[in-house]
């Protein structure tokens, strides 16, 4: 079979590089490669070596995928025509980085590993990243850089195509709260109800709600539904299954209200599981609730995303992997919007203490809607602008702009009041 690319390889070919060269050559540039210590004749190639003679592309390697284990990275950031990198190349290189090992380090979240900061969830945060200290949080760096790599391959080899990628988008909707009154139960609803009347908190309308004459504030459904349809947007809902806990607020799914809606859902949409966040990185809870959905929507749950972006490198992805989930949409951060990978699209985790690639599918997000109204206390009309700018760089490089909503924040009342013209201008902006 003859391919697209060779790539010249003089050291050991080890797990690392073949997942590296396989996420830029494979997954962002659509092209079918080989690696070899042996170049053939007449097909395009990139020298990674320490040996110019061997001609082609010369990218002088960094010792990152040669080597095992984790170890703290010599990162100097640099800009090439305001474009962010690092691993930068001698001069007499052909490429202004070493792609692969710039891709592996960002994409592995090489960095989360070498620091124990977190925030009081657990977390790390975006403030601890290179991307945030230097500025491209933004900018999905991976991808741009890949693209660059694509138009010097077509200079040097005029024969060769690089694919084109098809830009795509998809609204994923959390349902945390599924109901803010319906299916709580005689005792917890009557409980409210004083508690309403005490703090004048409307109790006539969760009477209503009790009674079935008034629909359930929480019960937008419809309204996501309708302006999905409206701008052709896939929408994914992701359902919650575990026990009330101080952070999760959820119906359980035994209440017919929660199935009914589960199923009506299901049967339109493509669903996942919103994993509580008292089920952490359980794999029994995590197993518990997965099948709890299952049973209720008579559907295999494949896709996961944790509550809270409870995400913990690499233990919740093998612990996700063991449960049979092949998607998960965690992926980003909670206080800021941006590419936390440095990647617009879908690709495979590398797991650095198994040093293998897992069989999970990473699917990076690029905004929540609780980041700019409660974190970044934006107004609908400030958040605009860095929607925009996100999705004009996902476009860019033809990548997958996914953003992360609530059924709760799209009421229209309290401090979600006027939020969904974020929403609806989201949903516009983001078609082709």
């Not at 082609?56 to 990275?73: A, S, V």
């Not at 195509?161 to 795509?168: A, D, F, N, R, S």
């Not at 800021?336 to 699209?345: D, L, Q």
């Not at 799209?410 to 009041?417: D, I, R, S």
């Amino acid at each position: 079979m003859k391919h697209d690319v060779q790539v010249y390889v003089s050291n050991n070919i080890t797990p690392r590089l073949t997942y590296a060269i396989d996420l830029v050559l494979g997954n962002l540039l659509g092209l079918s490669y080989n690696i070899t210590d042996s170049p053939e004749e007449g097909i395009p190639l990139i020298n990674y070596s320490v040996n110019r003679e061997t001609g082609g592309i010369f990218i002088q390697p960094e010792p990152l995928l040669f080597e095992q284990g984790i170890r703290k990275q010599d990162i100097w950031v640099a800009l090439y025509e305001d474009i962010p990198l690092f691993f930068q190349q001698p001069p007499e290189a052909g490429f202004f980085l070493d792609i692969f090992a710039f891709a592996f380090y960002m994409a592995t979240r090489y960095e989360e590993y070498l620091t124990a900061v977190r925030d009081e969830h657990g977390r790390f945060t975006a403030e601890s990243s290179q991307a945030y200290k230097h500025d491209f949080l933004k900018m999905p760096v991976v991808d741009i850089w890949a693209k660059r790599l694509g138009r010097v391959l077509e200079l040097m080899y005029p024969g060769l195509k690089i694919p084109p990628k098809e830009y795509k988008h998809i609204l994923t909707v959390d349902l945390d709260q599924p109901f803010a009154y319906r299916g709580k139960g005689f005792l917890r609803n009557t409980a409210g109800l004083l508690a309403d009347i005490i703090h004048g908190r409307k109790p006539a309308r969760r009477f209503g709600c009790m009674t079935g004459q008034e629909k359930d504030p929480y019960d937008t459904y419809s309204y996501i539904n309708s302006a999905a349809e409206k701008y052709n947007t896939p929408v994914l809902y992701f359902f919650t299954a575990g026990k009330r806990s101080r952070f999760d607020k959820n119906t359980n799914p035994r209440r017919r209200c929660y199935r009914q809606l589960i199923r009506e859902l299901s049967s339109g949409y493509d669903t996942g599981l919103h994993t509580s966040y008292r089920s952490g990185n359980s794999l029994k809870l995590i197993l518990k609730e997965k099948h709890k959905i299952e049973s209720v929507s008579n559907r295999e749950v494949t896709r996961v995303r944790k509550h809270f972006l409870l995400l913990t490198i690499p233990l919740t992805y093998q612990v996700l992997q063991s449960t049979g989930i092949k998607e998960d949409y965690t992926l980003g951060y909670i206080r800021e919007a941006g590419f936390r990978a440095g990647i617009a699209r879908p690709y495979r985790f590398y797991d650095l203490i198994r040093e293998e690639a897992s069989t999970l599918t990473l699917v990076p997000f690029q905004y929540m809607d609780g980041t700019f109204q409660k974190y970044k206390r934006f107004s609908p009309e400030e958040a605009e602008s860095e929607v925009d700018t996100l999705i004009r760089a996902t476009k860019e490089v033809g990548g997958l702009f996914v953003s992360i909503w609530h059924n709760t924040s799209l009421t229209g009342e309290g401090e979600w009041k006027g939020w969904k013209k974020l929403f609806e201008h989201t949903l516009k902006e983001q078609q082709k």
